[in-house]
């Protein structure tokens, strides 16, 4: 069997996402494409030999269409999720699932009036290697109950319209994702620092950022993030337990150790470091449609609980204060 995808976004991760399923995934192929810029979307298309659709929801509605991937803008995902969701087909939607709270709650009610999940978020450092094997040593109980995390989520250049607000909800929006699966809880409060500025940035941009988490177990979580620090794209984790440690390393660069000196590679983007969890993360999805199971990666109710945490962020980055997290109830769809 093979599922057909349209791809709504044809930008950066959305040409990566059409590479993927279309040549390293068995049993997927992209068939249509939609871009607001439609040369962008017709050269994409052509080179892979899928379909132009003047818009997303034209995509969306298309016979031929089975699933579909929604790698536009954060702004625009609240549309076509829900638009996938009112058509019944499996949505895969990049991060953030949408940009505010009140719009991811939106797409939680809808899902769930649906009946059935429909809904996978990119959130894909679950399927990281790495993370995978922070998780397994913390769930283990080999370093006693996780106490603290250190994160850095370090980026070497950023683009001029990258601002102080994307450090959040654009880039720490992983570690927040990240830390309420590691540590299987909630944020509920939020604090934002922005220390000495660093020169590579524009003044406008607070680089970088210091946002301290609290768990709803007592756990403090901090997470640096550098959006110019020029050296790589580095992302970083460190759990402090009650009897040992556990950290991330960079998974699969070698080192060589020669001379009295040790030296190693650092990635230079997230293209570099996550290549192997992209893969998974559609390989899991394209196999829950293939069976008929309700995808197991983040849900929407993953998402939505991530916006909530990069709202109060968002709010302590304004104000200076800490700021509770509030987070409704879990609904038991998602309990599985
Ligand atoms: P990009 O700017 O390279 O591409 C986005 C594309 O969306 C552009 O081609 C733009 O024209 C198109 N677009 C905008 N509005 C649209 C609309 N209404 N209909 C159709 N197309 C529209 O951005 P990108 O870096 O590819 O990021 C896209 C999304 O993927 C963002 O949500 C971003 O946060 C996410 N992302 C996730 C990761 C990850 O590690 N999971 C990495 C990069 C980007
Ligand atoms: C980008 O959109 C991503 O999602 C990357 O994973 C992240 O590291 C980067 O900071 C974001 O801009």
Redesign the pocket.
């Known amino acids: 069997m093979t599922v057909n995808i349209g791809v709504i976004g044809t930008g950066l991760i959305g040409q990566d996402h059409i590479r993927r399923l279309n040549m390293m995934l068995a049993g997927s192929a992209v068939v249509a494409v939609s871009d607001a810029d439609n040369e962008r979307a017709r050269e994409v298309a052509d080179r892979v030999g899928a379909r132009v659709l003047p818009t997303g929801l034209d995509l969306i509605n298309d016979p031929d269409v089975d699933a579909v991937v929604v790698a536009s803008w954060g702004p625009t995902h609240e549309e076509f999720v829900l638009a996938a969701i009112e058509s019944g087909k499996s949505v895969f939607c990049e991060?953030p699932l949408a940009t505010t709270q009140s719009a991811c709650q939106r797409i939680v009610s809808a899902e769930q009036e649906h009946g059935k999940r429909l809904v996978q978020v990119g959130f894909m450092r679950r399927y990281d290697a790495a993370y995978l094997a922070l998780k397994e040593a913390t769930d283990s109980g080999e370093i006693g109950a996780p106490l603290l995390m250190h994160c850095a989520?370090r980026?070497p250049q950023v683009a001029d319209n990258f601002t102080s607000e994307m450090a959040i909800n654009?880039?720490a929006i992983?570690e927040f994702d990240m830390v309420r699966w590691i540590f299987g809880s909630e944020v509920v409060g939020v604090r934002v620092f922005a220390p000495r500025h660093n020169r590579n940035s524009r003044p406008e941009l607070l680089d970088p950022l210091f946002i301290i988490l609290e768990m709803d177990s007592g756990a403090l979580v901090d997470i640096e993030v550098s959006a110019n620090i020029r050296y790589g794209y580095d992302i970083r984790g460190e759990i402090v337990g009650e009897l040992g440690t556990a950290s991330l390393e960079n998974s699969s660069a070698l080192e060589i150790r020669s001379a009295f000196q040790a030296r190693t590679q650092v990635p230079g983007d997230?293209q570099a470091r996550?290549s192997q969890a992209y893969d998974s993360e559609l390989r899991d999805w394209i196999s829950g449609i293939e069976t008929g199971v309700s995808p197991k990666g983040p849900s929407s109710w993953d998402g939505y609980a991530a916006t909530c945490i990069a709202d109060a962020a968002l709010e302590a980055l304004q104000s200076g204060n800490s700021v509770a997290v509030n987070l409704e109830s879990r609904p038991t769809f998602y309990d599985s």
């Open positions: 991060k989520h980026i654009d880039a992983h997230w996550f």
